[in-house]
């Protein structure tokens, strides 16, 4: 992640706690936004009804500023820098008790821009390149111009030993997948922007 510095100052953010707390706020509004398009309950709904012994990670809870979810969480990296200054002025106003047309209004108009993540060697690029979410991994790296999630899952909710366990394991990763790709083609349709999903499973 690497935020525009120079532009930040010019935008009044060059206060490290103040930049971060706009960004919660920004997060807040784009959860609460993508709540109101995509139905996120129903895909956790049918993780608890898969009958896989999917277990929850509640230890990433507090990733989520709105979206009150057990499994999946938005986990863009966000440039607010690139607002202007009356989003900002209006993103300052934010308060969780009275979201207003305007802030939404906002996300809708700037979302797809503020999670792009495309300032490289100190300039502003139209070039789409992998970056990395978590571990320096292969399959934790995406286009950096897509809406990131992550599923996060724990350990199994049955005791399961040798065969059984590698048979559910792989039933979990297949019954993932096809969620992943019914997830993202929904998110593609109604937001008309680029998702990819990231899978993790905590066994300790």
């Known amino acids: 992640m690497t935020i525009n510095t120079t532009l930040s100052k010019e935008k009044g ?4 706690s103040i930049y971060n707390e706009l960004c919660k706020n920004y997060k807040y509004l784009l959860e609460y936004y993508l709540s109101t398009v995509i139905n996120f309950k129903k895909y956790e709904e049918k993780i608890n009804n898969s009958n896989l012994y999917i277990g929850k990670n509640f230890k990433y809870k507090y990733l989520n500023e709105y ?15 690139k607002l202007n200054k009356n989003d900002i002025d209006l993103l300052k106003e934010f308060n969780k008790n009275k ?3 305007n802030m939404i209004d906002m996300i809708k108009r700037t979302f797809k821009e503020i999670i792009y ?13 992998k970056v990395c979410y978590g571990a320096f991994i292969p399959h934790n790296f995406v286009d950096n111009d897509s809406l990131v999630l992550k599923i996060y899952y724990g350990k ?4 399961i030993d040798g065969n059984e366990f590698i048979k559910i394991d792989e039933k979990q990763l297949d019954f993932f997948n096809d969620l992943m790709k019914e997830l993202k083609k929904e998110i593609k349709d109604k937001l008309m922007v680029k998702c990819e999903i990231l899978l993790e499973k905590d066994i300790f």
Do not use: G, M, Q, V
């Open 13 to 16: 953010l060059y206060d490290t």
């Open 156 to 159: 199994n909710t049955k005791n």
């Open 99 to 101: 979201i207003s047309d």
């Open 67 to 81: 979206l009150d979810l057990d499994y999946i969480f938005l986990i863009n990296n966000l440039f607010i820098e």
């Open 117 to 129: 993540d495309n300032y490289l060697n100190n300039e502003y690029t139209n070039k789409i390149y």
